[in-house]
């Protein structure tokens, strides 16, 4: 009973996680003059006559007896080099201002270097409303730099230029190969190499359409597969292979086995990790099975050897 309570709620987030939002870092001070603030993408605008915004925060979030009793609060709209500000101030983290550089904005609350935009606010209601309170806010003071945004849908930031740079560097004669982790139920479609027997992902030189059988989504498609593949989890250099690799994950909405002819599905609790095509499809897969297990996914960037991941949640 309870765990069918708590999938459920986990439905219904990942349902709620689609909706791509930006992402803030909401501040303000306490009684004793201390900068507070917490990460947050309920930020929604209200009203422009009068110009009101609005925020949710958790009953059981620590600074929430701190935002209702204030007079003012900041919301800071990230910018897209910002995940790891926004890592910082969803963690348990208590030293948050002491990682981020900041100055105080008209009414005192903390307006974060760098931000793409900030809203100064009086709180004018809080609302209680489930298990959140419904902070409505008049913007007093507002400005705007013209960065980039910070994205986050799904449990993923989404970083438009860093996508970009790490597509574009693979144009430079390397053969581009675009592959994909594709989850029906807990498993994963893979093909065996047939000279080595060795399992490897689905994979061609572009994503493609269902129309075009040479392409990932072709392919796929071809095998009873109806992928939807909207997220990047991996870009690297081979160097052994001399190719630019793009990994894509997402789901399968359907897959009709008896069209099944080139792929086998495997389990993810049975992924035969000796028989792996190379290293960096297992180093991937591991990646994958960790950051599935806590909803949170990471973007790799780097070559077969040496990259970073960028990360999404601390202590993720
Ligand atoms: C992208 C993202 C968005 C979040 N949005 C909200 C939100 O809108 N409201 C909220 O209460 N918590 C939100 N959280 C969670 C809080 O940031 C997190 O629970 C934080 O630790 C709360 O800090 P506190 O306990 O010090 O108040 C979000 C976390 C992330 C990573």
């Known amino acids: 009973m309870l765990d069918l309570a708590i999938d459920q709620q986990k439905r219904l987030r990942q349902a709620l996680g689609t909706f791509a939002t ?26 422009l006559e ?27 709209v990230l910018a897209e080099d910002q995940q790891d500000i926004a890592a910082v101030f969803a963690s348990q983290n208590r030293t ?28 004018t209601i809080s609302i209680d409303a489930g298990d959140h309170a419904i902070i409505i806010g008049e913007v007093l003071d507002y400005g705007t730099s013209g960065r980039s945004p910070l994205v986050y849908c799904s449990g993923s930031y989404v970083e438009f230029g860093l996508l970009q740079q790490a597509m574009e560097a693979g144009q430079h004669g ?17 093909v065996r190499d047939p000279g080595t027997g060795n399992f490897l992902l689905p994979a ?9 059988p040479d392409t990932l989504v072709g392919k796929l498609s071809a095998n009873g597969i109806d992928a939807a593949i909207p997220f990047v989890c991996a870009v690297y250099e081979d160097a052994n292979q001399n190719t630019h690799n ?50 949170a996914f990471g973007l790799y960037v780097g070559d077969n050897m040496t990259g970073k991941v960028h990360p999404l949640k601390a202590g993720a």
Request: hydrophobic share 40%; with cysteine; charged share 25%.
């Open 22 to 47: 930006g992402v803030t870092v909401v501040t303000t001070v306490d009684e004793e003059g201390s900068p507070r603030g917490f990460t947050a993408n309920s930020f929604t605008s209200v009203s």
């Open 204 to 212: 061609a030189d572009r994503v493609g359409t269902e129309a075009e």
């Open 174 to 190: 390397v053969a581009t190969r675009i592959s994909a982790i594709v989850n029906f139920d807990g498993a994963i479609p893979m």
């Open 50 to 76: 009068p110009p009101l915004i609005l925020v949710c925060i958790a009953n059981d979030a620590a600074t929430r007896p701190v935002f209702m009793g204030s007079e003012h609060f900041c919301v800071n």
């Open 246 to 295: 793009v990994v894509f994950r997402g789901t399968a909405r359907t897959v009709e086995t008896s069209r099944l002819k080139d792929f086998e599905l495997i389990a993810l609790d049975d992924i035969p990790w000796e028989k792996l095509a190379d290293k960096p499809l297992k180093q991937l897969l591991e990646r994958y099975l960790e950051e599935s297990e806590q909803d």
């Open 96 to 123: 948050r201002f002491e990682h981020i550089s900041w100055r105080a904005a008209k009414h005192g609350s903390p307006l974060l270097d760098g931000a793409l935009t900030h809203f100064e606010c009086r709180r």
